[in-house]
């Protein structure tokens, strides 16, 4: 599955150094505004520890993790629904992501501009975001209202398009009220039709608190009812360029178990609805991506197309009893392998082979 978070942001408040981290690919990071116009795409394993399980089990050529694609999107500035500081563009970059992933300046460093033509160590975290939460929120009334006209003459001739009509109707009085639009209490089918309204309040968002080396272990209130996770960009930067074991040794020095990067891929994994189902063989032990509820031929059409068309069945043992069985020839000795069909709803882990007509 291709899904794409975006990471946004204030300028300077350290978007490319976290990408550049995340995505062990060079990109440009500057101590001014508008430094990235382009937005750069990279794609980030999800770290999951049951992968080197499997693999000491069946000992296979490689080991294939499942994967989530970051795009580091130029900083917005307050205007950018009315196109200040290229904000069209950049807001049309959103857009096209599955979700947000916000970087917020907690960090202090003199050196660094807070805004155009402004330095020091004062930092307001919550301003920040509501700045940008703003322009968000003004980019989608300017969707609607243009919305608007048009689904209302859609509705009268159309009866299915009332629903999306009167949810669009509801969520101007929402948005002015300085509300994100995925908050606003919504039936199933109101959802299902805000959905084709593409805002991008309606995206999910998670953030993270771009803080100095000191302030790891800090406890930080929520924005927006989220809490932030606390990355020090400048750490996840040095981390990235060590072998595996000096990395350790530094994770252990600042009382570190995981670099912030890992924490980070699993929540935005998490964000999106998704979780993993293996593959385990000779050739490889993969991780396979699919929406959580997504049914077994789903699954099965992740791996190719063909197999979804052509879905018999899916043999399949849950991860736990994959690893205490010793695999697939140990869990069919007791009975754990289960034969499942159509109707079957992927459970996180579940390790499968999947029978096909092509």
Request: with cysteine; proline share 4%; net charge negative.
């Given at each position: ?166 949810v669009a109707k509801r969520l101007v009085d ?157 869990a069919k000795a007791a009975g754990k392998l ?21």
């Amino acid at each position: 599955m291709s899904l794409s978070i975006g990471i946004v942001g204030l300028p300077n408040v350290g978007k490319s150094t976290l990408f550049t981290a995340l995505t062990k690919k060079g990109g440009l990071a500057a101590n001014y505004p508008f430094a990235t116009i382009d937005p750069n795409v990279g794609i980030v394993d999800v770290p999951d520890a049951r992968l080197q399980k499997l693999a000491d089990i069946v000992n296979p050529g490689r080991i294939v993790p499942a994967t989530v694609e970051f795009v580091d999107i130029a900083g917005l500035v307050k205007g950018a629904n009315e196109g200040e500081g290229l904000g069209n563009q950049f807001l049309a970059n959103i857009r096209e992501t599955d979700a947000i992933c916000e970087v917020v300046r907690y960090f202090k460093d003199p050196n660094v501009m807070r805004e155009v033509g402004r330095t020091g160590e004062f930092v307001d975290p919550v301003a920040d975001a509501d700045t940008i939460m703003t322009e968000l929120i003004l980019a989608d009334l300017s969707t609607l209202e243009k919305q608007l006209p048009k689904l209302e003459k859609e509705s009268k001739r159309d009866k299915e398009l009332a629903p999306k009509f009167e949810v669009a109707k509801r969520l101007v009085d929402w948005l002015n009220d300085g509300n994100r639009a995925a908050t606003m209490e919504m039936t199933d089918e109101e959802r299902l039709a805000a959905k084709g309204l593409f805002l991008l309040t309606m995206k999910p968002i998670l953030y993270v608190a771009n803080v100095d080396e000191d302030m790891l272990g800090d406890d930080f209130d929520p924005i927006d009812g989220v809490k932030p996770i606390p990355i020090c960009a400048k750490v996840e930067a040095e981390l990235s360029e060590l072998d595996a074991e000096e990395a350790a040794e530094y994770l252990e020095s600042l009382g570190l178990e995981q670099p912030g990067l890992d924490v980070l891929a699993q929540a935005a994994y998490d964000l999106l609805g998704l979780q993993s189902f293996f593959t385990a063989g000779e050739m490889e032990v993969k991780a396979w991506t699919v929406r959580k509820g997504a049914t077994a031929p789903q699954a099965a059409g992740v791996i190719h197309t063909d197999f979804e068309r052509g879905f018999i069945k899916a043999e399949v043992i849950s991860y736990d009893d994959y690893i205490e069985l010793g695999g697939e020839q140990g869990a069919k000795a007791a009975g754990k392998l289960r034969i499942e069909g159509k109707e079957y709803v992927m459970a996180d882990g579940d390790v499968v082979h999947f029978r096909f007509n092509v």
